[in-house]
């Protein structure tokens, strides 16, 4: 289990959180918005990515857990 976030490559964001029932809503040009129900309300997270190799900074992976409240451990296994 790492201790803190490290950058991941679009394909594989998308691949974690799909595991979690988290759909992805393609928008204008490049943005994505993850959806799903938390805890009984629809959160969602707008991302800009480029190409399926964008590497996603891990800033944005933490706020992404933050936002659908998914423990580290849990993402990274």
């Given amino acids: 289990m790492p201790s803190e976030d490290r950058p991941l490559p679009y394909h594989e964001l998308l691949t974690r959180l799909r595991r979690f029932g988290i759909e992805e809503k393609i928008g204008k040009g490049v943005l994505r918005k993850f959806v ?38 849990k993402f990274y296994a």
């Fill in 36 to 73: 799903v129900l938390v805890e009984g309300r629809k959160q969602s997270f707008p991302l800009h990515v480029h190409s399926q190799n964008h590497e996603i900074s891990r800033y944005y992976i933490r706020a992404i857990r933050d936002r659908f409240k998914i423990p580290a451990d």
